[in-house]
């Protein structure tokens, strides 16, 4: 499938650690998703689909449904579940349940959590794409689809990914927002140690040995 030109394959990235991930940094720095041409190069380059899978059918809509999904991952993995009615940061001396503007916006934080969980949920319910083994030209076999993808089948994918990771202790607790300036990407930390600060070493990594840098060199004329 041929990409847009708003959006080049190198600029997806896919080193998150989770296909739900992998989502969620569609969004940084800028809408990613910003056409089905590179829709459907996500769709590939994260696994979804084998290389090669007609995407041809795709529509308008699928871009719609693909963003509000991972607008909905992106709460779940950001927030925790909302406090019950008179335990929120409002409750105490002079506050009964249902009082006090901390109270008020748990609760309203605990609504769209819960919103976000439900919609994860039905996404999943969908069953993934098929897939099957076939011979290749050299004789070995190689995944294909059972046939065309539908969207409710993808996002279906991705929503159990989200829901495998979130449910999972060990994997949650990998879970890291990059320390890079101004970067919102959440990935999985598989390191030795569970050390790595940033999205990518390379990136702002980079950024912040420059700053680092260039604050020393400061520094030392001052």
Do not use: K
Not at 85 to 92: Q, T, V
Not at 134 to 153: I, K, N, S, Y
Not at 190 to 215: I, K, L, P, Y
């Amino acid at each position: 499938m041929a990409l847009g030109t708003a959006t080049v394959a190198y600029e997806l990235r896919f080193d998150a650690g989770r296909i739900c991930l992998d989502l969620l940094a569609t969004t940084h720095p800028e809408e990613r998703l910003d056409s089905t041409e590179v829709l459907g190069a996500w769709i590939v380059g994260s696994g979804l689909v084998p290389e090669g899978t007609d995407l041809t059918h795709m529509d308008p809509s699928w871009l719609v449904d693909f963003r509000e999904l991972r607008g909905r991952v992106g709460q779940l993995v950001r927030g925790t579940p909302g406090q019950a009615p008179g335990h929120g940061p409002g409750h105490g001396p002079g506050h009964g349940p249902g009082h006090g503007p901390g109270q008020a916006r748990g609760q309203a934080a605990g609504h769209a959590y819960d919103l976000a969980l439900a919609h994860v949920n039905a996404a999943a319910r969908a069953a993934p794409p098929a897939p099957r083994a076939v011979p290749a030209e050299d004789g070995l076999l190689v995944r294909e689809l059972d046939g065309p993808p539908d969207c409710a089948a993808l996002l279906g994918a991705v929503a159990r990914d989200a829901v495998e990771l979130l449910t999972d202790p060990v994997a949650r607790a990998g879970i890291r927002e990059c320390e890079g300036d101004n970067c919102p990407i959440v990935y999985l930390d598989t390191s030795r140690g569970r050390r790595r600060r940033w999205c990518s070493s390379e990136v702002c990594g980079n950024r912040e040995r420059v700053a680092r840098h260039r604050r020393r060199a400061a520094l030392s004329r001052s």
